[in-house]
């Protein structure tokens, strides 16, 4: 991760007085009616529609939970219960796990702006409101700022990118069970599976095969495949322009054609401006099992821009929207990525004041983007366009009653979407690959998220096949005709209607 210090504007006014806009017209971004009254940074969606935000080198998280109506621009804040004690992370691996937990480890800060590299962990159940405390996979002690990712079987995959050690350093991989709390050593510095290089500063993509992409830091043009099945890592082949500079790299998102369009960062000068332009690449992933696959150069990002550490998200008219900076430092610009071109589209009103790594995304149900930017202003990005039809998640079994207080299952295709959803790299996941059900109740017009819980997979792009998930329905849930729809990464499914019965003690 690039420290957080200052460097040089000079010039930067000039600059953003010749830089022309490439607007659409339809995007737009729209401050928060209730902003929060800490410095917010990380997000992650929970399956019951809430958002819950951490207050800067704190332990202290907040819920936004959107109106009735169902927006987040309206939305309002609650305290929720404060990380154990002693433990207040920055940039850090993080994940939603299937069972709807909340899971945090590592830390490259905690709780002051020294570097701490920290090896705690903590899992949130919003079922309690209760953090606990999660240990460390043995031998990991110096976790920091790692990238994570959850398994299409559930299991979540944890790099260890610090290391202990004086010759390998920071290859090791870890995977834990949420059903029992327990790590599994994947690798370890002695015992690399193939792993090309350190995992230090590098992230991970899932792609719809279920392997895990990766471009590597240290071994530049290099990229990497991690194969869950035989617990190992093969080449993925050349990204033929370099994504790294100074050490770092951009976010990669697969987008609904299967494509990963990953982003660089360029080498600084010693004022944190770009030395040379700053690329993107795209990855199509290989048709044969344990292929390679073939990276074609994307457009350069103009104007000395790059995102070295910073947000992306993909949009659901299948578009990348990308946070970038001019070197490291503040003046952040943002664009939209179409498959071919990228298009520079509108920023916040506090963007002028932003490099790209404070910036951290996350895609709500409704389809736009939150940002946050360790500051009290949260910003939601509406984009153009919609999605296709074929993107949406479909329903193919559903109860039509159902009572307050009771669990229910549902079940269908594309439930967990077409990506992951928002991404950065190894210093924050938040991933929303997971099925979300919404519900607007027919005769009030209002909008609620029931909880779900223990999806069958948490793979992404799983087409036709047939998978799952549970849903509460709360008990002051609202009686009567509904519908009900199932909404993966912005996009719904088309409604079922279904029956809001009383409770069985009725």
């Known amino acids: 991760m690039w420290r957080i210090q200052s460097f040089m504007r000079a010039g930067l006014l000039a600059l953003l007085a010749v830089w022309s806009f490439n607007c659409a017209g339809a995007e737009s971004w729209k401050a928060l009616k209730n902003q929060p009254d800490f410095a917010a940074i990380h997000m992650m969606l929970l399956t019951d529609g809430s958002v819950i935000c951490q207050a800067e080198l704190t332990g202290h998280w907040y819920r936004l939970t959107p109106d009735k109506k169902g927006s987040y621009i309206d939305g309002t804040w609650t305290k929720i219960a404060d990380m154990p004690e002693g433990y207040a992370p920055l940039y850090y691996a993080s994940a939603v796990l299937a069972d709807g937990r909340a899971v945090v480890m590592g830390g490259e800060y905690n709780g002051s702006g020294q570097t701490a590299d920290t090896n705690r962990g903590a899992i949130y159940d919003p079922m309690t409101n209760e953090w606990s405390n999660l240990d460390a996979p043995g031998g990991f002690f110096s976790i920091g700022d790692a990238q994570s990712v959850v398994l299409p079987d559930g299991k979540w995959m944890l790099a260890d990118p610090v290391g202990n050690c004086t010759s390998v350093c920071g290859r090791g991989t870890a995977l834990l069970d949420p059903a029992t709390l327990t790590w599994t050593t994947l690798s370890s510095n002695l015992d690399v599976n193939g792993k090309a290089d350190s995992t230090d500063e590098e992230g991970w993509t899932l792609l719809p095969d279920g392997t895990v992409l990766t471009v590597d830091t240290s071994d530049q043009t290099n990229s990497e495949r991690y194969f869950p099945r035989t617990n190992t890592w093969n080449s993925a082949g050349s990204t033929l322009v370099s994504l790294v500079g100074s050490g770092e790299l951009g976010p990669a998102v697969l987008r609904p054609n299967g494509t990963v369009f990953a982003t660089g960062a360029c080498s600084f000068n010693p004022d944190g401006t770009c030395a040379s332009p700053a690329h993107t690449a795209v990855y199509t992933p290989p048709r044969e099992v344990g292929g390679i696959g073939l990276w074609t150069p994307g457009p350069d990002f103009p104007d000395g821009l790059n995102t070295p550490d910073g947000p992306a998200s993909i949009l659901p008219n299948g578009h990348v929207l990308v946070m970038t900076s001019p070197g490291a430092n503040s003046g952040a610009v943002f664009f939209e990525f179409d498959g071919t071109n990228l298009n520079r589209v509108p920023g916040p009103r506090n963007a002028f004041d932003d490099p790209s790594f404070v ?6 149900p409704t389809g736009q983007v939150m940002l946050t930017d360790f500051s009290h202003d949260i910003e939601v990005y509406t984009s153009g366009g919609t999605h296709k039809p074929v993107w949406a998640p479909t329903i193919k079994h559903a109860p039509v009653l159902v009572r307050p207080g009771s669990t ?3 079940s269908g295709t594309q439930f967990n979407g077409l990506s992951q959803g928002a991404a950065y790299g190894d210093d924050a996941q938040m991933s929303t690959n997971y099925p979300l059900v919404r519900v ?4 009030t017009g209002h909008v609620a998220y029931w909880r779900t819980h223990d999806h069958s997979t948490m793979a992404v792009a799983t087409g036709n096949a047939l998978v799952s998930t549970h849903f509460d329905v709360p008990g002051d849930a609202e009686e009567g005709i509904a519908d009900l729809v199932v909404v993966a990464n912005g996009i719904p499914s088309s409604p ?11």
Request: glycine share 8%.
């Open 359 to 364: 910036g951290s995304m996350l895609l709500l």
């Open 408 to 410: 229910y299952t549902i």
């Open 440 to 443: 607007r109740n027919k005769a």
């Open 496 to 506: 079922r209607i279904i029956m809001v019965g009383p409770p069985p003690d009725r």
